[in-house]
């Protein structure tokens, strides 16, 4: 009782820090209730007009943005004086709100005119006003995102003005104000571009839907199944952070959110379990980011990425499903060999739940999932399906009582929602002046040409340079941001040499979601460093060992795309997905040093080549990897064999010789 009393405690303490580390606060008087209101308005006009309401476009977009930036003056103080639970916003709050109102507004009441009379022409109070409104969304992105992301959009911004002074290839004739201005605000193509048409329909939805989920009592579910499924195994408390984190980042789609929600009871039991607190930390930073990756709700990007390909979203979670099983299936491997090498077990039994109890008191809250999933795989749309689920979410947890949702936690569930809306709704816009930039300067056509010009016509090199340009371009930016830019730049290139444009988009969506644990800026392995009590680099170098799965799989799809399940036939997928897999475990064995004993040098070295080589689908490279981790899988269960005979041998001498002393001990004493 003591220890659950000082989880809950710990996890408490754990959340109010990541409160603080997301500059949020908290209201409580009038203004609380106020806000309360507001967000339930919010929820229910995005709820009314995904399904059927009928607006503009790009009016639409205008209010979900005059939401945002409402939402992120009320919650994101501007210093962090201002952190914390607060009656009134600050002056500069209210300034700032009051400004949001007006350029929305004033947007919302001039862009029919703007379009149908002066036929795109701007007057000078258009662009006074769309320049305030771009300086009220860098501040909003200051505030929510943080300063990566905003000083990459400045420095898009203002590489349209001075890009006359650079020279050389960088460089072009500039831009006036208005020409930046108008496209930015009030052309389509910069703040209310496609990525904030897909926060404004997709990403909205989904994630108030993984709001509620979650409060339904479905991430203490999830940890409770995972218990029952990993717990006693070597190194239980790993594998359940593997599972626990996968199955809850599906849902959340979000890494740093994932690590602080499951982190906090995963990582302080892998600790006591004897497993390192660098180790600890890589292990749940990796299984969370690879929430972004997995199916069924993958980070928000995944839509962004259907709306780019032009598919459905059904397509693109097809596409990702063997190289999330891959990713998961080498980190568990992984943590099974770890726990083998240093001759971990399981945890005790009496604290593990029952497996019947859990199903009977939480399986229910699979429902909205299932529904989600049947709906998506039948051609519905991802709005529809994700409302008909969030429907779902209150009366499936209302079957047990111990899950049942009071309306108190309904309305915690949409402020919850709202909050999660709130940052990638602000980076989808803010990130749309980088793209507009790349469009309007034709930059991203300059850096293409020259690593086509550079790469010449081979695909890996080209692969290798992208992989590097989304790698920096990804560093402290969210997911679904990076994503964005890495696509705008990189795809291109890949799709000129002869790549499918799905594999080629999944290549940029990997290296993207990847930058969540790539130092030296890795916001989820940072975050679990800080649950983990280590450094914050050590936790992100072990997990770009421990994720090395997710860096090498694109590598191989952009060639193959059967391991995204297209262009190929059933079985070619069924035989691309089983070398794969036995490649992930030969990877995860050489990573680690063990199989069933631990690896000779030479034997370490030939799983790793074989582990990477099966990811390949060509057959006479198949075939020689396979028998090489044959060789290697003969040779550790001969060598292990000997072992063991020799220690029985041992043993049976030291029960021969203790018998003969006895024997002699009572010779002596009939004498």
Not at 205 to 218: C, D, E, M, Q, T
Request: net charge positive.
């Amino acid at each position: 009782m003591t220890t659950k009393n000082s989880v809950d405690v710990d996890v408490q303490g754990l959340v109010e820090i990541e409160e603080k580390t997301l500059n949020s606060r908290k209201y409580i008087g009038i203004f609380g209730k106020v806000v309360v209101l507001l967000a339930i308005i919010w929820t229910v006009f995005q709820l009314y007009m995904s399904s059927i309401g009928v607006m503009d476009a790009v009016k639409f977009r205008a209010w979900h943005l005059g939401f945002l930036l409402l939402f992120s003056f009320i919650f994101y103080p501007a210093t962090k004086k201002s952190v914390g639970t607060r009656k009134l916003p600050t002056i500069l709050d209210i300034l700032c709100i009051g400004l949001s109102a007006f350029v929305i507004f004033y947007f919302l009441f001039t862009y029919d005119t703007f379009v149908r009379e002066r036929a795109g022409e701007n007057t000078t109070m258009d662009i006074y006003v769309g320049s305030l409104a771009l300086l009220l969304l860098f501040e909003a992105s200051r505030r929510v995102v943080g300063i990566g992301l905003t000083l990459i959009a400045l420095f898009f911004l203002t590489y349209n003005f001075f890009g006359a002074y650079i020279p050389g290839l960088l460089g072009h004739y500039g831009f006036s104000i208005e020409r930046v201005v108008n496209l930015m605000y009030w052309g389509g193509q910069g703040v209310f571009g496609t990525a904030l048409g897909v926060s404004a329909t997709y990403i909205f939805v989904f994630v108030l839907f993984g709001a509620f989920l979650k409060n339904s009592g479905f991430s203490d579910f999830i940890n409770d199944l995972a218990l029952t499924i990993a717990g006693r195994t070597a190194g239980g408390p790993a594998k359940v952070a593997v599972f626990a984190s996968a199955l809850m980042a599906t849902v959340s789609g979000s890494a740093v959110s994932n690590v602080v929600t499951t982190g906090t009871v995963t990582i302080p039991m892998m600790k006591k379990a004897g497993y390192s607190k660098k180790f600890a930390g890589a292990v749940e930073s990796v299984a969370s980011t690879g929430g972004l990756i997995a199916p069924p709700v993958m980070g928000a990007a995944a839509f962004i990425m259907a709306e780019y390909l032009g598919v459905s979203y059904s397509v693109v979670l097809l596409a990702a499903i063997i190289p999330a099983i891959l990713y998961y299936l080498t980190l568990f491997m992984i943590v099974h060999f770890e726990a083998k090498k240093m001759g971990l077990s399981g945890i005790a039994k009496e604290n593990i739940p029952n497996a019947k109890k859990v199903l009977k008191d939480g399986g229910h809250l699979f429902i909205p999932l299932i529904i989600l999933l049947i709906m998506l795989f039948s051609g519905f749309s991802p709005i529809y399906a994700a409302i008909i689920s969030l429907i779902t979410v209150v009366p499936a947890a209302a079957i047990r009582k111990n899950t049942r949702m009071s309306l108190t936690v309904v309305i915690e569930s949409i402020v919850e929602g709202v909050k999660g809306a709130i940052s990638v709704g602000i980076a989808c816009a803010v990130v749309g002046i980088v793209i507009a930039t790349i469009t309007l300067t034709s930059v991203g056509l300059l850096i293409g040409n020259n690593v086509l010009s550079f790469a010449g016509e081979s695909i890996l090199l080209a692969a290798v340079l992208t992989a590097f340009i989304s790698i920096v371009l990804g560093m402290g930016v969210p997911a679904t941001a990076a994503y964005i830019i890495v696509a705008t730049i990189s795809v291109p290139i890949l799709t000129k040499l002869g790549v499918a444009p799905v594999a080629a988009h999944m290549f940029a969506f990997y290296f993207a979601a990847l930058s969540s644990i790539t130092p030296p800026v890795a916001l989820a392995a940072y975050a679990a460093a800080g649950i983990a009590g280590e450094s914050p680099n050590k936790v992100a170098f072990e997990s770009v060992r421990l994720g090395l799965i997710g860096f090498i799989v694109p590598f191989f799809f952009i060639f193959n795309p059967t391991l995204l399940l297209t262009g190929g036939t059933i079985g070619e997928y069924i035989y691309a997905g089983v070398t794969a897999i036995i490649g992930g475990i030969a990877l995860a064995a050489g990573l680690k040093g063990y199989l069933f004993r631990k690896t000779y040098l030479v034997e370490r070295i030939l799983l790793l080549i074989a582990g990477i080589s099966l990811m390949d689908t060509t057959l006479l490279v198949n075939i020689i990897s396979l028998i090489v981790v044959g060789l290697v899988v003969a040779s550790q269960a001969l060598i292990r064999d000997k072992a063991i005979a020799a220690e029985v041998k041992v043993s049976e001498m030291e029960v021969s010789a203790i018998e003969e002393e006895r024997e002699k001990e009572t010779a002596l004493v009939k004498d």
